[in-house]
């Protein structure tokens, strides 16, 4: 006991501000060696000192182990925080990708399809050329009817993500399939122990209720949370519901060995306005809300198991993880882009339906070898997926939904089986030098029920081979210089291919460099410049409702991004990215040289948090909250040389707490402005029996209005 009152503690911070911590503390109690019987002698030994204390063993060494943030590969590798993410009103995890730098989000298919999601000057549409993970799971869908790489977030709710991790460009070897644009990964967490219950009432009679839970001694990692979400919509045929659940349990099994356990599921049904004429919304013709077919929509659902298991060596030297998952997915949409240019009578209305279920892993394993320095190291790791998918798309009447034609009727099989190896050296004090190689092979078999031999199968299989490397020089102690090279790849939709075809992939280099600024969590910044090829892109097709192949392309720009605490009660953040993206080849519907359709020059965005506390009340704090996030995208090109309109949008959140209590009022759209989340430019009939034009023009869906959600929080056990 002695000892113990002698023990002094540092408290625990975050911050700046104190927060609970548990720690473990082990005491060892060392008996007194047992004394030596006396040596026969004749002569009367000497009596031992009783007064005397035995020498104490010496103190046992202190292992201790940090975990910390990956090396970048890249300068304008971000990883953004739960102040960031919480900083301005975020209603879904796709809104929290806004935060990242380069990344601007719409949504033109009601509020349950995707989001469209800008990154670099990509249009990845809804993810085709944006690899997306959350809890250590693949989001994208291979080989998706509405699109490749279909990417649908909906099933997280915000308030469960602890960080955001993103990798623009191909340039590590744990990247993989439609990791053209970049990677970008979710981590869960619940910051607030306890239970957590939330109300919110918004306009165009929107509701949502979020109910959650974390033990009080667990990590922020385990947690479990509900959500459910319903709303009228701003306008005709724009009512949307959705339910979610997720859990994860992280816990230690024996020495050095922890287990990580999430399970999730999802279901939305929605409904969708389509697009207008843009001629028709600015001369009044119809209203800016309307809507030409009230039919469209759809419905989603999602169900998920992850599992991840982790060890590292006493020493912490080596480490291993292996995260085997399990998915089901199923998407089902209506739309209608044209009107009634293929069919004046019945219409060009649209039903895609898509039924996946996916099984895989990833797992790796890192070790130090010293061959330039104690720091170097070497990584070995492997990816596996098989998808199983139904899908159709068929033509239905707008009179009486009847199928007037058949478009997609397949079966699809498809494996991914992938394996790198990745070195970190340090061959002088100030350089460390970071390159791998990673192999793809994809395999893709399509029963196709709807072209001529219906039934017939065919196969195809090929093999990506991509190499990485970054060059990594500290100037200072916090400035860094980094140069990155990455070759990556986009898997092609399975039904494109014939059978015994070498699969074709969309090939992806990628140049960077630039420099790096960290102090801790007190200021981040850096700075990119970048230059992207693909050997072939994918434009949005109208007539197919997804987007189809077009010629090869390249991209050169910069990015700026910036993160800062000067206070504990203050958090800002904002990034500048300029893309200038062009074809580099011809064909009949694009020339070289001309810019690429959909994908904008610029987009900046910036987000500032204020939470200081106001008062103490009844023995508690009051904290308020004031944030605001904006957002801009500049010069978006369409088809035929023209523009689309810019974009700026204003959201600012507001709310106190006290403790047990939290209030918060919400306001996206604050400014009101009238804005396009959607811009094309395509030939289309909207009235039923005319003689169609094949004259393009502009057609539109509309962005949503000032928005206002109030939300009553209840925090207890905390």
């Known amino acids: 006991m002695r000892a113990v009152t002698g023990w002094t503690f540092a408290p625990a911070t975050r911050n700046g501000s104190p927060v609970k911590a548990k720690i473990r503390v082990v005491a060892r109690f060392v008996a007194q060696p047992p004394a030596s019987p006396p040596l026969p002698s004749p ?26 943030e990956t090396p970048p590969r890249n300068a304008s590798s971000v990883v953004k925080k739960r102040d960031v ?109 306890g239970f957590t219950t939330s109300f919110g009432l918004g306009t165009y009679g929107e509701r949502r209720m979020f109910v959650a839970y974390r033990p009080q001694n667990a990590s922020e990692e385990t947690f479990a949370a509900v959500e459910a979400q319903s709303t009228d919509g701003f306008g005709p045929s724009r009512a949307a519901r959705r339910a979610s659940a997720v859990a994860q349990w992280v816990f230690p099994v024996g020495n050095n060995v922890s287990v990580r356990f999430m ?111 104690p720091e170097d190291s070497v990584e070995v790791g492997t990816f596996a997926r098989s998808d199983f998918i139904d899908q159709s798309q068929k033509r239905l009447s707008v009179v009486d939904d009847h199928v007037t034609g058949t478009l997609v009727d397949a079966n699809i099989r498809a494996v991914d089986a992938a394996a790198w190896i990745d070195a970190s050296l340090r061959p002088i004090r100030r350089v460390v030098v970071r390159g791998g190689v990673r192999v793809d092979g994809l395999y893709y078999g399509v029963t196709d029920l709807e072209r001529e031999g219906s039934g017939a199968a065919r196969a195809a299989m090929g093999t990506h081979v991509g190499g990485k490397a970054t060059v990594d020089v500290a100037l200072h102690e916090h400035l860094h210089a980094l140069a990155s090279y990455g070759d990556g790849f986009r898997s092609p939709q399975a039904r494109s291919l014939g059978d015994g075809e070498r699969a074709p992939f969309t090939t992806v280099r990628s140049f960077e460099g630039g420099l790096r600024y960290a102090d801790g969590d007190r200021a981040n910044a850096s700075i990119a410049v970048f230059h992207t090829r693909l050997s072939d892109d994918l434009v949005f097709e109208e007539t197919t409702a997804r987007n189809e192949r077009a010629p090869a392309t390249m991209r050169t720009g910069f990015s700026v991004d910036f993160t800062m605490r000067p206070k504990p009660w203050i958090v800002e953040s904002g990034s500048v990215t300029y893309t200038h993206a062009t074809f580099s080849a011809s064909d009949t519907n694009h020339q070289e040289g001309a810019l690429v359709p959909y994908t904008p020059l610029f987009v900046a965005h910036a987000d500032i948090a204020l939470t200081p506390k106001l008062a103490r009340i009844l023995g508690r704090d009051l904290v308020g909250h004031i944030g605001t996030g904006l957002s801009y995208l500049g010069r978006r090109p369409l088809p035929y040389g023209e523009f689309g309109r810019d974009i700026f949008l204003a959201d600012v959140s507001v709310g106190l707490r006290l403790r047990e209590v939290g209030i918060k009022v919400d306001m996206e759209n604050l400014l009101d402005a009238q804005w396009y989340d959607g811009q094309f430019t395509y030939a289309s009939s909207f009235v039923r029996g005319a003689a169609p034009s094949l004259v393009p023009r502009q057609v539109v869906t509309v962005g949503a209005p000032f928005t206002l959600m109030a939300t009553l929080s209840l925090y207890l056990g905390s």
């Open 85 to 193: 993410l919480g900083a301005a009103p975020h209603r879904t995890a796709s809104d929290l990708l806004k935060v990242l730098p380069g990344v601007f989000i719409t949504q033109h298919g009601g509020q349950g399809k995707a989001h469209q999601i800008f990154l670099r000057g990509f249009d990845a549409g809804h993810g085709q050329d944006i690899e997306l993970r959350v809890a250590g799971a693949p989001v994208n869908e291979v080989s998706n009817v509405h699109g490749q790489g279909y990417a649908d977030l909906h099933f997280i709710m915000p308030e469960v993500v602890r960080r955001v991790r993103a990798t623009p460009g191909p340039f590590d070897p744990r990247q993989g399939d439609f990791a053209v644009a970049g990677t970008i990964e979710f981590d869960l967490g619940l910051a607030q122990s």
């Open 263 to 373: 399970a999730s599921a999802y279901a939305a049904r929605f409904s969708s306005a389509g697009v207008l004429l843009r001629d028709d919304v600015e001369n009044g013709l119809v209203d800016r809300f309307g809507t030409y077919d009230p039919r469209q929509g759809g419905d989603s659902t999602r169900a998920q198991v992850v599992v991840g298991l982790e060890h590292e060596s006493d020493d912490g030297a080596a480490r291993s993880a292996l995260t085997p998952f399990f998915i089901g997915r199923s998407l089902r949409l209506r739309t209608n882009y044209t009107g009634f240019l293929v069919d004046s009578v019945n219409g060009d209305s649209q039903q895609q339906m898509n039924e996946a279920f996916t099984v895989g892993f990833s797992g790796y394993h890192r070790r130090k070898i010293r061959i330039f320095s």
């Open 43 to 68: 002569q009367p030994l000497p009596q031992p000192d009783r007064s005397a204390t035995p020498t104490p063993p010496p103190p046992p060494a202190i292992s201790v182990t940090v975990a910390g």
